[in-house]
């Protein structure tokens, strides 16, 4: 078995593949690790057939709908999952084949209802259903305490004692532990009585997770995230450096036209001498009567440098070929001390 063990923050994911066939399962790929999971895989010669969600994350980004497009694989989770780009919708006691590996399928909800434990050879990867030293929580939506009691006593922690646990997260930079390990050593897992487990994990009292709104909103229904929209645009646009254009607007050519996409408050506050307004929200609706011709060199500034970014894509979509966007915004040329002028449009 070809084993790869990859970490973003605390979320971990695993690239598991057969030594003899090359069919390879990525299991919680998360979205800022794309092209590390495809090198991985070119580099220990596996081909992805499979893109699993062990459940729906609340905590990151996944990564399995923008791989299944790019790798055409398809994306595998619990049936009952609500993400609506799920190929493969996948029923306890079943496996998936991946050459000589099964891959067998656990249904053990609890964290949310569409959690899956897989357990492949020598070990089980947990999702958050177990976690090392702790078990995922119940407090997000789907989750159900009474349902993990039951995934855990009398599912995973029947398992083979020896069976090595790989979660989807771990913030101690342990690479594994056993079944037999967490019911020795799991705080959680000593308190054994139905009742009183339900009641403590009904009040552990957790903090949210950061971008848990984001994280839903996409990955339980494959729209994108804010990210990967910028990130797209920018794929799109080529910059120009805040040096390049002070130089270029110091020499008083009317060869490019700034175009500042803030509001009009921001932009009467202080703006890049010379510059238009025409604010992202109106670019459309505006665009014909303010950007006549298409052929000129426009150079997009916003405060911070993303929504220019949005903007320089849309331009290019309208057909100005010379839209370019600047990296950076208003707020890293006022600290390098560059001319900024305030008041009205001349
Ligand atoms: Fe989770």
Not at 2 to 17: K, P, R, T
Not at 246 to 265: P, Q, Y
Request: proline share 5%.
């Amino acid at each position: 078995m070809i084993f790869e063990h990859l970490s973003a923050g605390g979320c971990q994911s695993y690239l598991v593949g057969c030594d003899e066939t090359c069919a390879a399962v990525l299991i919680d790929p998360e979205i800022s690790l794309i092209d590390r999971y495809v090198a991985l895989a070119a580099r220990d010669g596996l081909r992805i057939h499979y893109l699993i969600d062990t459940h729906t994350h609340a905590d990151h980004f996944s990564a399995t709908q923008k791989l299944s497009r790019q790798l055409d694989v398809p994306v595998a989770m619990h049936r009952v999952s609500p993400a609506p780009f799920v190929d493969l919708r996948l029923g306890d006691g079943e496996m998936l084949v991946l050459g000589k590996l099964r891959l067998q399928i656990l249904h053990t909800p609890g964290h949310t209802r569409d959690s899956m434990c897989l357990r492949v050879e020598d070990r089980v990867f947990t999702g958050d259903t177990l976690l090392i030293g702790a078990t995922g929580r119940t407090d997000l939506p789907s989750g159900d305490p009474d349902a993990l009691y039951d995934s855990l006593f009398n599912r995973v922690l029947r398992l083979d004692p020896a069976l090595k646990v790989h979660p989807a997260h771990e913030y101690k930079n342990r690479s594994h532990s056993t079944i037999a390990q967490e019911l020795a050593d799991n705080p959680r897992l000593q308190i054994r009585d139905r009742t009183a487990f339900a009641e403590m994990m009904r009040n552990l009292n957790l903090s949210m997770p950061t971008h848990v709104t984001e994280a839903l909103r996409t990955n339980m229904s494959g729209g994108k995230t804010v990210a990967q929209m910028l990130a797209e645009a920018a794929a799109n646009v080529p910059f120009m450096s805040l040096t390049e254009l002070k130089a270029r607007t110091e020499t008083g050519a009317n060869e490019l036209i700034v175009l500042d996409v803030r509001e009009r408050d921001a932009y009467e506050e202080g703006h890049i001498p010379g510059a238009k307004l025409l604010p992202r929200g109106q670019l459309e609706l505006r665009v014909n009567q303010d950007l006549p011709d298409p052929t000129r060199r426009i150079v997009a500034c916003c405060e911070f440098g993303r929504i220019s970014t949005l903007a320089t894509s849309t331009l290019r979509e309208m057909g100005y070929q010379r839209a370019v966007a600047l990296d950076g915004g208003m707020k890293a040329w006022r600290e390098a001390g560059y001319p900024v002028k305030s008041g009205r449009e001349p």
